[in-house]
């Protein structure tokens, strides 16, 4: 039973069958339309928020930097930058010399050095590498807009002639740097020296 005065709701009609379809038609239709342009706002509200935490990870390799002073210093030099929104976490890390994957820096010098020793190219035997030095890249966070120096490597007379065919090496596009690194979202990406753009991947294992 109804309290006095309440009247319940009615739907208000034409009188015309055809008319009334088509303004509950009308109707149905505009409820629909604004349910699939709620989605597709929330979907571009994921796609923005992505774009402004997604990393970007990229290496660089050098033979020289010139100071200040204008002096050339001649350094063999690797580094891996992220120019992206968000801060990246490196997984994982290889290096490859002419496709076949290395455990470390040591290792591509050690394996380039007897290449060098075989082609006379350097002496058989202990060389001194002079001033080396290298990161280990993974696992680590790299911040947004931030770089990490991973190898560093000095050329002196001790060390000319090997150091010499490393840079050869490098020009020649034998060596190949590889991360593999996630974004706070758990979105996962592969960057190599082979390509620009990152592939993406499910995940880092």
């Not at 790299?142 to 150091?163: N, T």
């Not at 991360?179 to 620009?196: G, K, L, N, P, R």
């Given at each position: 039973?109804?309290?006095?005065?309440?009247?319940?709701?009615?739907?208000?009609?034409?009188?015309?069958?055809?008319?009334?379809?088509?303004?509950?038609?009308?109707?149905?239709?505009?409820?629909?339309?604004?349910?699939?342009?709620?989605?597709?706002?929330?979907?571009?509200?994921?796609?923005?928020?992505?774009?402004?935490?997604?990393?970007?990870?990229?290496?660089?390799?050098?033979?020289?930097?010139?100071?200040?002073?204008?002096?050339?210093?001649?350094?063999?030099?690797?580094?891996?930058?992220?120019?992206?929104?968000?801060?990246?976490?490196?997984?994982?890390?290889e290096i490859a010399l002419d496709g076949h994957a290395l455990s470390d820096w040591p290792e591509a010098l050690r394996q380039l050095k007897e290449e060098a020793a075989a082609k006379h190219v350097v002496p058989a035997g202990p060389m001194p590498a002079g001033h080396f030095s290298y990161s280990t890249v993974a696992p680590s966070y790299l911040r947004a807009g931030g770089e990490q120096?991973?190898?560093?490597?000095?050329?002196?007379?001790?060390?000319?002639?090997?150091?010499?065919?490393?840079?050869?090496?490098?020009?020649?596009?034998?060596?190949?740097?590889?991360?593999?690194?996630?974004?706070?979202?758990?979105?996962?990406?592969?960057?190599?020296?082979?390509?620009?753009?990152?592939?993406?991947?499910?995940?880092?294992?």
């Amino acid at each position: 039973m109804l309290p006095e005065g309440e009247s319940r709701g009615e739907v208000h009609r034409t009188g015309d069958r055809l008319t009334d379809r088509v303004v509950a038609f009308s109707a149905v239709f505009i409820s629909l339309c604004s349910f699939a342009l709620a989605i597709h706002h929330g979907h571009t509200m994921e796609r923005l928020v992505e774009a402004n935490s997604r990393p970007f990870v990229q290496f660089e390799t050098s033979n020289g930097q010139v100071r200040p002073s204008g002096e050339l210093v001649r350094e063999l030099s690797a580094t891996m930058s992220n120019p992206g929104a968000g801060a990246a976490r490196i997984e994982r890390f290889e290096i490859a010399l002419d496709g076949h994957a290395l455990s470390d820096w040591p290792e591509a010098l050690r394996q380039l050095k007897e290449e060098a020793a075989a082609k006379h190219v350097v002496p058989a035997g202990p060389m001194p590498a002079g001033h080396f030095s290298y990161s280990t890249v993974a696992p680590s966070y790299l911040r947004a807009g931030g770089e990490q120096v991973i190898l560093r490597w000095a050329r002196d007379e001790s060390s000319g002639p090997l150091w010499d065919y490393v840079d050869s090496a490098r020009q020649a596009g034998r060596f190949t740097l590889k991360a593999c690194y996630c974004s706070i979202f758990e979105q996962c990406w592969v960057a190599s020296t082979a390509s620009f753009q990152p592939v993406p991947t499910r995940r880092c294992s």
